[in-house]
Every structure is written in structure tokens, then in C-alpha cells.
């Protein structure tokens, strides 16, 4: 074992399944990069087939909706049954994902993936998104982590779930046909969030009149219950006339929506915001300007390739320094464990998962719940106050006091964390009184909770 290798399972991957160390101490950048060049894995659902996608959802919800009208008045039995449903729904599209964290044989890949639908949040925080939320990151996260940026923004701006988060569902253009008909106008939510947390960032440039610009650009754009993606183009909710975005005129169709979106992503401006992320979230909470302007030169020298971004910050000098850099979220957290001790096993694997899931919030983290469209932190501080740091201390007891009495936790931590693990953790699991303390003391230790 190296100490890249075991650098590269840790801080770019989920954390060390048995063996992982080993395989990628051969070769730790090549390890890494050999994930990313395709498509993420999909998740499954508990059956083993695959999810819906977005038009059969979108049928769905349009037959929801209608059955709720035809209700009778006040009838809420109706309402709580949908709301159970879509509950399901996204339950089970996370017990997918959280199984192939634990699981997938190419842990960056799949980090690549929390780190863009986090970047992109849709939160299920608004009750109509539950319907939509897991089939976004299928559909417009994970077939484009080795793609590029403007690809992945059309899909993310089209979709579904992004449309009924932001409300662009109900963006009607003021001087439409149906807005001069309803009176209703549109929502700038999704053009403002496009630039300054998708693309362009907070200090892009762009003001006011560039976000109702966009906002009209993007009336229109809704759910179409008859489209494959569920996504649905409506002339007559659109705002007529060209419009001025950032110096750039745009006709008032399709073909120029989707051009504003493409444009945003090639903005100088949106090279350093995504540059900086990528680099807070993989190599340092601060990272060094170095850093960001290898990445930022990178995206920018690439027309924003995905895969090339990530192989930059493989080779960054400065993601390899031995001290753990990141505290890794509840998310993380739990996932690595998990992968350390190759859960789930036996015939509760299930509910192993579930449980896993119901961990990580009450750890105050869970995919797809963040509070606001900025999404979950990037920085350790957010993770590091005492009561978190308590509650994975008493979850890190309950776990070591689940395992059984051959359980050998030196062994594990050896295979688990190689020349990462500290001395003083490895005296002081030596000394513990069970194997299942000594196992609490190795999950609780900081270089376990850091990548």
C-alpha cells in the first residue's frame, strides 16, 4: 500500500472498500482517471430494474393532479395518498443511490456525481419535486460527468425537476398570449439561479436586467406530459420579441433559448466559479489560487470538458498532501463506513441500507433535502460543530457494538485506511476493551472523518 493509493480512495473516491487500497496504489491517478470516462452508473431499484424516467413521471403527475380536481371538495384522503406516493417515489430512487455508493467499483465517478447534483441542487423541499428529484440526477447528472459543462447545463435546465424547483413551470411571459389571456407573468427564479449559482456565480457580471432577460428567454419552457424527457416548449407562453442578454440578442424561440443557456456556459466568468468549487470540494476548503487557476485554465482550454476538469484535479499537486483536507458530510461519512466494513451483507441488506439512509439525516445531511437552491456546504466548518461531532461519536458506538464477536477492527482498519491511520488511533485501538470499541475508536478517529 502507498500512500497515494490510499490518498486516492479517500479523498477523491468513498472511502476504501477490501482491496480498493491495494488496487489503487499501483497506479493512483490512473486508478482515478480510468473511472471518469464514461457515463456514472445508474442506480437500480429495490427489484433490480430500473427507474422511470422523466415522461412516464411527468404522465404521472398530470394524472395526480387531474384526480385531485376531480376530487370532491376538501376531500384530502386523496392528497395524503399522492403525497405517500411521491414519498415512495423518492425513497426509493435514494435507497438506490445510497446502495451504489456503497457498492460501485468507481467511487470518483460516483463522487463526480454528488459533487454536481449538490452544484445543481434540486431539493425535495418544495413537495412536488419528490416525483422528480432522482431521475434529474439520472438524467441530467450522470450521463454527462465525462461530457462537457454547456451539455450538462441544458440538461440540467430543462429539466423536470428543475423546471417544477425554480417554478418555471409557471413562468408565463407578460405579453404572451396566455399571459394577455391569464394575467399571469413569468418567474425569474430559474434565471437568476442559472447565472449566479449554476454558471456565471454571484460575481459574474450580471445584473438585474440580464436576469429578467433570461427569465423571458426561458417562459415557456415547461412539462410536457407527451415528450419522452417530459419537457415541453410552449410558444404561447413565451415572451415575444428578441431580448438582450449580456450584450447578446436572442430571438424569441427554442433554438435561441437553448443558445443563452450554451452561452452561459463558456462565459469566462463561469470557468473560475466552477473552477473554485471543484477545487473547495476536492483539494482544500481554501484552496490555493494556483489550484483554481490550473482548473479554471483547464475548463477554459477544453470548452468546459468534465472529464478533463477532473483529471486536472487529480493531477494538481496540491490534492496529494498527506494531511486530511476535507471533513467528509454525514453523506460521506456513512458511505465510507459502510464501504469499510463492506456493508450491506446478509438477508437485511435492505433495511441495512435504509438504516444507513436514516443516519446520514439525522446526521444533517441527506441528498436532495438541502434547505435552499445553494445546496449542501462545501467547507468543513459546516460539518465540525460539537453536537455533529457527538452524534457520529454515538453512531459510531452503535456500530462497533453490531459487530460480531470474530470481528477482528486492526485488521480492518489495516485494509481500510493503510498508512493514513494515525499512531495514536492504532494505540488506541489496541488498547480498547472489545473489538466493537475498537471499532467505534477507528470510525470516530479525525483521519476517518477527513478525506
Known amino acids: 500500500m502507498s500512500v497515494e493509493g490510499a490518498l486516492a480512495v479517500h479523498r477523491f473516491g468513498l472511502g476504501?472498500?477490501?482491496?480498493?487500497?491495494?488496487?489503487?496504489?499501483?497506479?493512483?491517478?490512473?486508478?482515478?482517471?480510468?473511472?471518469?470516462?464514461?457515463?456514472?452508473?445508474?442506480?437500480?431499484a429495490p427489484d433490480g430494474t430500473a427507474f422511470p424516467g422523466s415522461g412516464f413521471l411527468v404522465r404521472q403527475e398530470q394524472e395526480m393532479i387531474a384526480a385531485r380536481r376531480a376530487a370532491k371538495a376538501g376531500d384530502t384522503e386523496i392528497q395524503k395518498s399522492q403525497a405517500g406516493g411521491r414519498l415512495r417515489i423518492f425513497t426509493d430512487e435514494m435507497a438506490g443511490r445510497f446502495q451504489l455508493g456503497f457498492a460501485t467499483q468507481r467511487p470518483f465517478a460516483e463522487h463526480l456525481v454528488w459533487f454536481w447534483s449538490n452544484h445543481f441542487t434540486v431539493s425535495t423541499t418544495a413537495g412536488r419535486t419528490l416525483n422528480f428529484a432522482g431521475a434529474?440526477?439520472?438524467?441530467?447528472?450522470?450521463?454527462?460527468?465525462?461530457?462537457?459543462?454547456?451539455?450538462?447545463?441544458?440538461?440540467?435546465?430543462?429539466?423536470?425537476?428543475?423546471?417544477v424547483y425554480l417554478n418555471n413551470v409557471a413562468s408565463i411571459g407578460p405579453n404572451s398570449r396566455a399571459g394577455t389571456r391569464t394575467g399571469k407573468g413569468r418567474n425569474e427564479n430559474l434565471g437568476r439561479e442559472l447565472m449566479e449559482l449554476y454558471s456565471l456565480g454571484v460575481d459574474?457580471?450580471?445584473?438585474?436586467?440580464?436576469?429578467?432577460?433570461l427569465a423571458n428567454i426561458l417562459t415557456g419552457w415547461s412539462l410536457d406530459p407527451q415528450a419522452p424527457s417530459g419537457f415541453g416548449f410552449f410558444p404561447n407562453r413565451h415572451e415575444p420579441g428578441p431580448q438582450i442578454l449580456r450584450g447578446r440578442r436572442y430571438n424569441d424561440d427554442l433554438r435561441s433559448g437553448i443558445q443563452a443557456v450554451r452561452d452561459l456556459a463558456h462565459d469566462p466568468h463561469t470557468a473560475h466559479h466552477i473552477a473554485t468549487k471543484f477545487a473547495t470540494y476536492f483539494i482544500a476548503d481554501q484552496p490555493s489560487p494556483q489550484s483554481v487557476?490550473?482548473?479554471?485554465?483547464?475548463?477554459?482550454?477544453?470548452?468546459?470538458?468534465l472529464k478533463?476538469?477532473?483529471?486536472?484535479?487529480?493531477?494538481?499537486?496540491?490534492?496529494?498532501?498527506?494531511?486530511?483536507?476535507?471533513?467528509?458530510s454525514p453523506v460521506e461519512y456513512v458511505t465510507a463506513a459502510y464501504r469499510l466494513l463492506d456493508l450491506p451483507r446478509g438477508d437485511n441488506a435492505?433495511?441495512?441500507?435504509?438504516?444507513?439512509?436514516?443516519?446520514?439525516?439525522?446526521?444533517?445531511?441527506?441528498?436532495?433535502?438541502?434547505?435552499?437552491?445553494?445546496?449542501?456546504?462545501?467547507?468543513?466548518?459546516?460539518?465540525?460543530?460539537?453536537?455533529?461531532?457527538?452524534?457520529?461519536?454515538?453512531w459510531a458506538k452503535q456500530v462497533g457494538a453490531r459487530m460480531?464477536?470474530?470481528?477482528?477492527?486492526?485488521?480492518?482498519?489495516?485494509?481500510?485506511?493503510?498508512?493514513?491511520?494515525?499512531?495514536?488511533?492504532?494505540?488506541?485501538m489496541a488498547r480498547a476493551e472489545s473489538q466493537g470499541d475498537a471499532l467505534a475508536l477507528l470510525i470516530a478517529s479525525p483521519e476517518f472523518q477527513r478525506r
Request: proline letters at 10%.
Open 16 to 44: 476504501a472498500r477490501p482491496g480498493e487500497i491495494e488496487a489503487a496504489s499501483r497506479d493512483p491517478k490512473g486508478w482515478l482517471v480510468a473511472q471518469i470516462g464514461t457515463p456514472a452508473e445508474q442506480p437500480l
Open 136 to 163: 434529474f440526477e439520472r438524467e441530467a447528472i450522470r450521463p454527462y460527468i465525462a461530457d462537457t459543462f454547456e451539455n450538462m447545463l441544458l440538461a440540467v435546465a430543462s429539466h423536470p425537476a428543475m423546471l
Open 204 to 213: 459574474g457580471g450580471y445584473t438585474q436586467t440580464d436576469v429578467i432577460a
Open 293 to 305: 487557476a490550473r482548473l479554471e485554465n483547464v475548463f477554459n482550454k477544453t470548452g468546459g470538458n
Open 308 to 328: 478533463a476538469l477532473a483529471t486536472a484535479a487529480v493531477e494538481d499537486p496540491a490534492a496529494w498532501t498527506p494531511a486530511p483536507a476535507k471533513m467528509r
Open 350 to 394: 435492505a433495511q441495512q441500507i435504509r438504516a444507513a439512509m436514516g443516519s446520514a439525516r439525522n446526521m444533517g445531511e441527506f441528498p436532495m433535502t438541502a434547505s435552499s437552491p445553494n445546496g449542501w456546504p462545501l467547507v468543513s466548518d459546516a460539518w465540525t460543530g460539537p453536537d455533529a461531532v457527538l452524534n457520529r461519536i454515538e
Open 404 to 428: 460480531p464477536p470474530d470481528f477482528n477492527a486492526a485488521a480492518v482498519a489495516g485494509a481500510g485506511m493503510g498508512p493514513l491511520l494515525a499512531p495514536a488511533t492504532r494505540t488506541a
